[in-house]
């Protein structure tokens, strides 16, 4: 599969001439309209299992009740080594605009999903150099 990547200044519509702030781990609809309210570009909605996961019906509240905000944020959802085509189900199902793949995601995986969603991926580095 070939994934056409276009690059430019912005990144899922954010403007480039502020900070961007993404608040992670929103688990309560008035938490994410109260970071909506105070300027967040982003909230983290986590699907991942952790003390923060959520479930759908928590993630489609919290994505009404920021609808609500003068200045919508973008709603990210984190996933660590979910199958591609369940991260895309879930991000229609919800009404993600951007996915995180925080796993061990293959370089096949990535643009899978680059194809229906903006995506982050997050790389994990080992805490100090390979040895030659």
Known sequence: MTAIVQLNR???GLPDDHLI???CGIMQP???LLASLYGASMLGLMFAPSSRQISLADAIAIRRAVEAAPKRPLLS???VNERIERVIQIAHEVGLDIVQLSGEETPEEVPECALSFPVIKLCRFPPRPLPP
């Open 30 to 32: 008035e938490h994410g």
């Open 77 to 79: 959802g984190v996933f």
């Open 10 to 12: 912005t990144f899922a």
């Open 21 to 23: 702030t993404k608040i």
